[in-house]
């Protein structure tokens, strides 16, 4: 099988006053996601690992409460690395939001701008009943590894361009007893990271995500030996 991909984390903790991520929880955060990728809740082990290089903390209420607002901002003092560095920002944004992270192929484009944010109320052990287990921050780094959500492009081909995640017609809420929506083979892959379901729904990525996180990996993100 390949080698591990080995991918640098920075995570830039931003608060308001008492508010936002103590370093335990980040911790925690980063083991969850070694779990996730290493395939220890279900699914493959993707060979993806994150190696936490360092924490920042910064005092910023309006960073911390408007963090679209201020990306640009927030992002030119705080990025370190190039393509192959997570930078992880730790704010507060609405619920329904949860996080966000940039594509791969933006990096070129905009590279000042590539990283995840995600809301601190997403890590383990969190106050969101259904969000607490931080995979929150497992789904947005998967499309910083580009991946696309499991029901983009709904049933029509390419989907979400990876052939083992059945197609499905729109987002899964909650976690359905059965949940079926396109006429091609297989029920809509509800416990993928890449879904909408809660988190405690989710458990896995496919061995076709792992073949396209690699892929992309080596085309926009290793940097060569
Ligand atoms: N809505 C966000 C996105 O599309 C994150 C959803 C995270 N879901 C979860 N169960 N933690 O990127
Ligand atoms: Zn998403
Ligand atoms: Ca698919």
Redesign the pocket.
Known sequence: RRGVIRVPLWVHVIKDGALGAPDSAVKRQVRTLNAAYGGKFGGVDTGVRFELKGITHTANRAWFRDPFGHEREMKRKLRVGGPETLNLYIVQMER??????TYPQWYAGAPELDGVMIDWR?LPGGPLR??RRG??AV??IG?WMGLL?TFENGCDPPGDEVDDTPAEAYPTKGCPARKDTCPGPGSDPIHNFMD????TC?REFTRGQAERMARMWQEYRAIAP
């Open positions: 329904l939001i949860l996080g966000y992270g997403s259904n969000f995979f929150t789904h947005e499309h959500h909408y379901s809660k988190d989710m």
